[in-house]
């Protein structure tokens, strides 16, 4: 069974600049969520979609972070303007929404703001 | 505010030996997770502990919950170096299955 996959895995860009983030989740995981890791710290949860509806984004900054799952399968993840404290790896995660809830990780995008 | 709390954050500690990282929460909860990772990978599931009492074994490592205390042990019994990660546990917040992570405890095994 495929896991889940994130692109790009690694991003350079200056501040004030755009960026996106892909996802696409273990097939049939009805739940993906969005963390951002900040070096030395646990993940934080920035959103969390059922299928394409969000359910939590009470975290996500909204004046600079967007996320989005149109058909309820792949997401996406942007930030416009980034700022320095964008610098992290953001994790993508899934799981059925069932169950003992256990959330699968992707490999993470590793964002350096400049 | 849902807060988990790990201790140590960092430990060293020499191949056969054991010891016990704590996770602590604040609210009710009544299920934990353990993920570890390593360094520059992403989280890799370790133990789903789903209720008071609820002890899992993976070889060296044993994970049990006590949700009365709101605590949660990761035990290490004869380290070897392999174990040498961070470690992180995690609760669900109030809203479903999203989760609180600690900050993590970062082992080093050594010789």
């Known amino acids: 069974e495929a896991g889940v996959a994130q692109s790009p895995r690694y991003k350079i860009i200056e501040k004030r600049q755009s960026v996106a983030f892909w996802c696409n989740p273990i097939s049939g995981h009805a739940t993906l969520y969005w963390y951002q890791q900040i070096l030395g710290q646990g993940p934080k949860l920035l959103i969390q979609?059922?299928?394409?509806?969000?359910?939590?984004d009470s975290q996500l900054p909204k004046d600079r972070f967007s996320a989005e799952r149109l058909k309820g399968v792949d997401s996406t993840l942007k930030i416009q303007p980034a700022k320095l404290e964008d610098s992290a790896v953001y994790l993508c995660a899934s799981s059925s929404g069932t169950g003992i809830g256990e959330q699968f990780f992707g490999p993470g995008t590793r964002l350096t703001v400049l | 505010e849902l807060k988990v709390e790990q201790n140590p954050l960092f430990l060293s500690m020499q191949e056969g030996k054991n010891y016990t990282i704590y996770c602590n929460y604040s609210t009710t909860s009544d299920r934990l997770y353990w993920y570890r990772q390593d360094p520059g990978k992403s989280l890799e599931s370790l133990f789903v502990?789903?209720?008071?009492?609820a002890v899992k074994q993976e070889g060296r490592l044993m994970a049990s919950l006590d949700t009365k205390a709101r605590l949660s042990t990761l035990h290490i019994t004869a380290a070897v170096h392999d174990l040498s990660a961070t470690y992180f546990c995690a609760v669900p917040t109030n809203s479903g299955y999203a989760l609180n992570f600690g900050k993590g405890t970062s082992l080093l095994v050594t010789p």
């Open positions: 502990l789903l209720s008071n009492g």
């Open positions: 979609f059922q299928n394409n509806g969000v359910v939590d």
